[in-house]
């Protein structure tokens, strides 16, 4: 969270009242479900839309029991019917900070770093990603979704960021690129051997019966003298 300016602190040992948030909300949580389930909500979108309803209607206006107790450690004046959350966050003046919501995006996403190898890629969950040949053998910094990691943002040093996709190598090469339609062979309907064959037998059987005719002729012709 050092993106954002947050600190992080830990409470100290055997400290439980300092630790019980999470689970007080967490039991805030659960008797919201019993109440979805005695409703019978069937649908995500039912769930989110009673969920802001108990939370803006319910748990934002209901007493803190919290708040009232750090009040009274004050030595200070706390109203019988209590203060709720809602209430607090009112009476504070101090200003609110908006960040970009790229910067807030990135905050949460998952950080390593990978080295990129000699074919320009990194590995990151058994997959292999293309980077950049100009990052071959560097230490990059990856970002990733830990809920989406088909795509990760490479980050390095004097370059800009970008996203990398993994790899897609078939079982053979790619074909090669195709030809234009009047280079490209086509498919020959015909054997040109055969038809040539096929044309000199037509000759052949031609030649035949023009002898065959002819010697018959002479023969008649020399009988008839």
Known sequence: MGKLGISVRYAPIRSEKSKGKCEKF????DAFLREAKVHKIKTLEELNHYWNIYLEEYYHNSAHDGIAEYYKSLNSSVPSEGITSLQEWGRDTRPLTFIDTSVVGEAFLHHEMRLVDKGACISFQGRKYETKPSLIGCRVEIS???MHTKIITVRYQGVEP???EPVKIGAFCDKSPALPESMTPKETEA???LEA???KHEQTHQRRADAISFGGYRKGGGSNV
């Open 26 to 29: 967490h039991q805030v949580v």
């Open 144 to 146: 990733y979704d830990p």
């Open 162 to 164: 970008f996203t990398a």
């Open 191 to 193: 054997s040109r051997m």
């Open 197 to 199: 064959l096929e044309k």
